[in-house]
T-cell receptor, first 113, second 115 residues
């Protein structure tokens, strides 16, 4: 199982760009990298997914270097409402063969006024 | 936007009582999941369900837990005899496929408090 490591917490201010890096040194060839966001007392919400290079959607960008051993979630111009826990997920094929998203501790992002 | 709905939003029960948590997954999804999150801890996988049977389960999902899709729309989690340590937020999720590119859609959760 690919293990991920990400900072426990980060602080930022409104209007700044936030970059959260995740390490996944033993990522498998067919593993995708997926990021979820969780607000307090709510279920996780899918943000973005990528395999290599760069992916961008209306919410965030995901940068993946050529070796794929890390990835960086970039949130442009954060606002107070971006305060949440951000999870990086990789791989995790269960014994029965299906892919089960497995959450680590995540990164708690606090955006200050 | 389609969403996963869960009921109740909060349930308080006495230790030893049975609890049923209900979920309505997104209508064209085929795979269903239950996760739980104890306060201050990480989101933990409990069970996945496909084609009317359990496809994966974690070691947390022991004999006191069961899941069912009784009528083609609802997906339920039953805890037979609740313990204090079952107090947690329980999240239902659904997805279109089970590949590693499959996005899971989570509900808002059901908070279970066992006294």
């Amino acid at each position: 199982l690919a293990k991920t490591t990400q900072p426990i917490s980060m602080d930022s201010y409104e209007g700044q760009e936030v970059n959260i890096t995740c390490s996944h040194n033993n990522i498998a060839t067919n593993d995708y990298i997926t990021w979820y966001q969780q607000f307090p007392s709510q279920g996780p919400r899918f943000i973005i997914q990528g395999y290599k290079t760069k992916v961008t959607n209306e919410v965030a960008s995901l940068f993946i270097p050529a070796d794929r051993k890390s990835s960086t979630l970039s949130l442009p111009r954060v606002s107070l409402s971006d305060t949440a826990v951000y999870y990086c997920l990789v791989g995790d094929k269960a014994s029965g063969g299906s892919y089960i998203p497995t959450f680590g501790r995540g990164t708690s992002l606090i955006v200050h006024p | 936007e389609p969403e996963v709905t869960q009921t109740p939003s909060h349930q308080v029960t006495q230790m030893g009582q049975e609890v049923i948590l209900r979920c309505v997954p997104i209508s064209n999804h085929l795979y269903f999941y239950w996760y739980r999150q104890i306060l201050g801890q990480k989101v933990e996988f409990l069970v996945s369900f496909y084609n009317n049977e359990i496809s994966e389960k974690s070691e947390i999902f022991d004999d006191q837990f069961s899941v069912e899709r009784p009528d083609g729309s609802n997906f339920t989690l039953k805890i037979r005899s609740t313990k204090l340590e079952d107090s947690a937020m329980y999240f239902c999720a659904s997805s279109w496929d089970r590949k590693n590119t499959g996005e899971l859609f989570f509900g808002e959760g059901s908070r279970l408090t066992v006294l």
